[in-house]
């Protein structure tokens, strides 16, 4: 099977590169509220705040710098780098500026995310 892959610049030059989760990735995902990591923690404009821990997952809104956050727990997902770092864990997390709940990659967030497993 091949994978399919991603690059993204976005307004501040960060390229995102990623790799596309297997066909039967899943969007839905388990988590909890058990992270008590709050604060300005994106680390790149435009964030996609997605609906599953895959690039493949939808986009239900974006985290910006002077955002505020609310880390809940983190899982593995697919492969994303970005700003020098390459993850495979995504952070669950609420978006307090906005209100958006949903899965960020760990390479886009401040100490590459939640340290918490869901």
Do not use: E
């Not at 994978?3 to 030059?13: D, E, H, K, S, V």
């Amino acid at each position: 099977m091949a994978a399919a892959i991603a690059l993204t610049l976005g307004c501040t030059g960060v390229a995102v590169v990623s790799a596309a989760g297997p066909a039967s990735a899943t969007c839905s995902h388990a988590h909890s509220n058990i992270d008590t990591k709050l604060g300005t923690l994106f680390n790149a404009t435009n964030v996609n705040i997605r609906s599953g821990p895959h690039t493949t997952c939808g986009s239900l809104g974006y985290g910006q710098l002077s955002h505020s956050v609310d880390f809940h727990c983190y899982t593995n997902g697919d492969r994303v780098s970005a700003n020098g770092h390459t993850t495979y864990t995504w952070t669950y997390l609420r978006d307090t500026t906005t209100g958006v709940s949903g899965w960020v990659a760990d390479a886009l967030l401040d100490n590459l995310g939640s340290s918490v497993a869901c």
